[in-house]
């Protein structure tokens, strides 16, 4: 139920190169917390964040299976600035995605 490292990262607003580091030191940009079932795509707070979890391969895509079924969508427009919004959905993440 605990937050991994990349996400607090990703979610403390820490400069992409750090994220891009905890990577390549193999953190897995999929984990998802159990209680709720968001990942670090759902805690992104800057382009350059979204720009390193792409790279990554980050789902960006999918609503959580688990609680209410968030969708990184939610978490980037309801917390970060509308740059960071415009480049996920540049990444082509729907804005209308099926919540169940």
């Known amino acids: 139920n605990t937050l991994t490292p990349l996400m607090i990262a990703a979610r403390m607003n ?7 580091v905890m990577l390549g030191l193999r953190a897995n940009v999929n984990d998802r917390v159990a209680r709720s079932g968001i990942n670090a795509a759902f805690m992104v707070r800057s382009p350059g964040q979204v720009e390193v979890l792409l790279a990554a391969k980050a ?3 999918s609503v959580a299976s688990v ?34």
Not at 14 to 20: I, S
Not at 95 to 100: G, K, R, V
Request: glycine residues 6%; negative net charge; charged residues 15%.
């Open 59 to 61: 789902d960006v895509h």
């Open 67 to 100: 609680g209410v079924g968030l969708h990184p969508l939610t978490g980037v427009a309801s917390f970060a600035t509308s740059d960071t919004l415009t480049a996920m959905l540049s990444a082509r993440c729907d804005p209308n995605p099926d919540l169940q």
């Open 14 to 20: 820490h400069p992409p190169d750090v994220l891009r």
